[in-house]
């Protein structure tokens, strides 16, 4: 008995679907994702900082967003 057009197109929809569930989606690393997750973290800390040097007035204030800005960088390049 032949079959009809659209339920072959169903039959196929319903396979790509299963494909694409049990196809592998690339999973990172898990010590690699930490990393990432890390060096984020560190930039955005280091972003918080520049935003805060942009508005301290005290001096003491500045040299310590300074050398916070410093030591981020730096843990950023280890990173």
């Known amino acids: 008995m032949a079959r009809g057009w659209e339920s072959k ?8 679907a299963e494909r ?10 898990p010590v690699e994702a930490a990393r990432r997750a890390r060096r984020a973290t560190l930039q955005l800390a280091r972003t918080r900082a520049l935003a805060d ?27």
């Open 53 to 79: 040097l942009q508005h301290a007035c005290a001096s003491a204030h500045r040299a310590m967003l300074e050398a916070a800005i410093r030591d981020l960088d730096e843990q950023i390049r280890a990173v």
């Open 20 to 29: 694409a569930t049990t196809a592998p989606t690339g999973a990172v690393d």
């Open 9 to 16: 197109a169903v039959e196929d929809q319903q396979q790509d």
